[in-house]
């Protein structure tokens, strides 16, 4: 008890006024860390587009401003990533073995029906209006019937047609750069929702290890605070903390990649120990935002090989529809002539060509379903060994994270000349 009563009256004893400049270095310190870095990490992801001004197109130093890391590379970032995921996560051509030809002609069988009807009526009353207003209703539904009977074999051909090409189909690769360069926020999103314990983890630590820094700042300061060259010490001290919160925040986010075990400690980068959630978290991304059925079959039905499926679609409904005419392909002949024949055919073969791809909407929920690519990726993604599923996360930094440290230096050192008119001023 006597002992406890000398502390408590040797603590109220001291001057704690002339302490005080003492105890705000760390203090301070800790403060700059955390500021520094949670700068530092809204410089990654904003703004979305440069905000400054370009001086000369033609040298990046001349241009004064700001963009943030992830939208000024997510052009490129976005290549690395799919070229990844495509090595990685995602067989294309097994995914679309998944789909089955006659589902697809059963989901969208509706809509081929109207189709059906609608492309012979067309045209015949276009090129055989006569002919087509003579013939008995009966007659007439007959053949539209035959049309409608034989239209989902087309489809279902077509279908197979594109699984067995689809790797020359699809450009997965030109689709993913066309959806980032059209929203470069998608990218943001893809790092936000993988990493967002990594840059929490950041912000924090700039304030924990500020802290330890300016314990060291505060004992040196005390040392030689009397000399006139002691105040430069402060902003130097303040780059310093700014520099190294970020780089150790950064090193310990991706490594150790594999555990390693200390005493009763394990450590591992955290980001890895995190596998699994961000597995899940880059599956949603990518089946939501990029890999959705809209997104892949506008590319392949509008996309670099549309040639082809104009081509395999014409091939294919001229076969349907000369298989449809049967004996009326004499009758249409005879009444008309050859040449008119062809003109009905290609009318056909136009109007289902251009219909049909607003009816291939009625099988995106079928085929989400059956490509789950969301669950595939999140497999697939969490089975990869640690260095293989780093390389997902790490391009965002690797390359730029020199950026994110110098800022947080800058920052720092600014930061120290604040503590210099505190201390000195």
Not at 69 to 80: E, F, H
Not at 245 to 251: E, G, P, V
Request: aromatic fraction near 12%; charge should be negative; include cysteine.
């Amino acid at each position: 008890m006597e002992e406890i009563k000398a502390i408590i009256t040797g603590l109220s004893d001291v001057d704690w006024a002339a302490w005080l400049p003492y105890l705000v270095i760390p203090f301070s310190a800790a403060f700059i860390g955390w500021l520094t870095n949670k700068l530092a990490i809204q410089m990654t992801f904003y703004p979305i587009e440069f905000k400054g001004k370009v001086l000369n197109e033609k040298y990046w130093w001349a241009r004064v401003g700001w963009q943030g890391i992830i939208p000024a590379k997510a052009t490129k970032m976005a290549g690395m990533s799919t070229e990844m995921i495509l090595e990685h996560l995602i067989d294309i051509k097994e995914i679309f073995a998944r789909l089955q030809p006659d589902r697809v002609a059963e989901e969208m069988e509706v809509n081929i029906r109207a189709l059906s009807r609608n492309t012979v009526e067309s045209a015949m009353k276009e090129h055989l209006p006569v002919l087509w207003a003579t013939i008995p209703k009966k007659r007439k539904e007959k053949i539209i019937q035959s049309a409608i009977d034989q239209f989902p074999d087309a489809v279902e051909s077509i279908m197979e047609d594109i699984k067995s090409d689809i790797i020359d189909l699809w450009d997965v690769k030109g689709m993913v750069l066309e959806k980032i360069d059209e929203n470069k926020e998608i990218m943001n999103e893809l790092f936000l929702r993988c990493g967002w314990e990594e840059f929490k983890f950041i912000e924090r630590s700039g304030f924990y290890f500020g802290f330890l820094f300016g314990l060291l700042q505060m004992v040196m300061w005390y040392f030689i605070q009397d000399y006139s060259w002691a105040w430069w010490t402060l902003p130097i001290a303040g780059l310093l903390v700014g520099y190294f919160t970020n780089f150790i925040a950064l090193r310990l986010i991706f490594h150790p990649e594999n555990p390693i075990k200390v005493g009763p400690w394990t450590f591992q980068g955290l980001v890895v120990k995190r596998q699994e959630e961000v597995s899940r978290e880059f599956g949603k991304v990518l089946a939501n935002r990029l890999f959705t059925m809209r997104n892949i079959f506008e590319n392949i039905i509008y996309g670099h090989a549309t040639g082809k499926i104009v081509d395999l679609i014409e091939n294919t409904v001229n076969e349907v529809i000369d298989k449809t005419a049967g004996l009326n392909r004499s009758l249409i002949q005879i009444a008309s002539g050859t040449h008119t024949y062809e003109n009905v055919k290609g009318m056909m073969v136009d109007t289902f060509r251009e219909e049909l791809p607003n009816s291939i909407a009625e099988i995106f929920d079928y085929a989400e379903n059956a490509f789950d690519i969301e669950d595939t990726v999140r497999q697939k993604m969490s089975e990869l060994p640690p260095k293989e599923f780093m390389g997902f996360m790490r391009p965002v930094f690797q390359e730029d994270e020199w950026k994110l440290i110098l800022v947080g230096a800058l920052l720092g050192l600014f930061a120290g000349f604040l503590q210099v008119f505190i201390l000195v001023v």
